[in-house]
């Protein structure tokens, strides 16, 4: 078992395959004054996302939102429960908050998972090129940036003289089923490259530093994809 980490200031790792569940993504908490999680696992380790959150000293009811980065059942199946159990909003970009509103199999990849998701309505739907959203102290700056869904966002936390780039699935993988794009993707990963991260927290590879690091991942993933 991984242990939860302190990935920066107020910034927590709290889910994971090693940490919750094996088809859970990567999930992080940021407190800011609200605690704020980016994407939810699969759903079966919804309690033990909590547990994390609560063993940091945090109260599972002060969850005020989850941001989703992208309809995948990975990244949401523990949306409805945590919804349920703390009343927390639900964010997501409104291209990809329609499959969550239908319980659409497919595009939420639900189907691979041998799962359903039910329809589950998303409080707040973001539909900028770039939001930012306010807590009680700080704000998370959202970018939509399609590619592997019509609706992926990335959401940046600037904190300490450090830019901490939540960057879900930005690897991939693309899929016709996904409504994935490549050329949209591309300009994607410029706009991230040109963010200069010192920290990457991805969905799958975990937390990525420092800044050349977090560049190189981008990169090479970009010559796998060339045109
Ligand atoms: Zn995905
Ligand atoms: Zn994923």
Not at 21 to 43: F, K, Q, W
Not at 66 to 72: E, I, P, Q, R, W
Not at 174 to 197: C, Q, T, V, Y
């Amino acid at each position: 078992m991984n242990r939860i980490q302190e990935v920066h200031d107020g910034v927590y790792w709290v889910g994971s395959p090693g940490l919750t569940s094996s088809e859970d993504c990567c999930v992080y908490l940021v407190d800011l004054g609200n605690l704020v999680l980016i994407d939810a696992g699969a759903g079966k380790s919804a309690s033990a996302i909590l547990q994390n959150v609560e063993s940091l000293g945090f109260r599972a009811e002060n969850l005020s939102a989850v941001v989703a980065t992208h309809c995948h059942f990975d990244h949401i199946g523990g949306i409805p429960k945590l919804k349920k159990e703390t009343g927390c909003q639900i964010i997501a970009h409104e291209l990809d908050a329609g499959p969550m509103e239908i319980g659409d199999p497919v595009r939420t990849a639900a189907e691979w998972y041998h799962a359903s998701f039910p329809p589950t309505r998303v409080d707040y739907k973001l539909n900028e090129v770039r939001e930012v959203l306010k807590f009680e102290k700080g704000e998370l700056l959202c970018l939509h940036t399609p590619g592997h869904t019509p609706g992926s966002i990335s959401v940046i936390l600037d904190r300490d003289g450090k830019r901490v780039l939540f960057g879900q699935d930005i690897h991939g993988p693309f899929a016709e089923s996904f409504g994935s794009d490549l050329p949209a993707w591309r300009k994607s990963m410029d706009i991230l490259l040109g963010l200069k991260a010192d920290i990457l927290c991805e969905g799958h590879f975990g937390v990525i530093k420092p800044e050349q690091e977090v560049e190189g991942f981008i990169k090479g993933y970009l010559q796998q994809h060339e045109e």
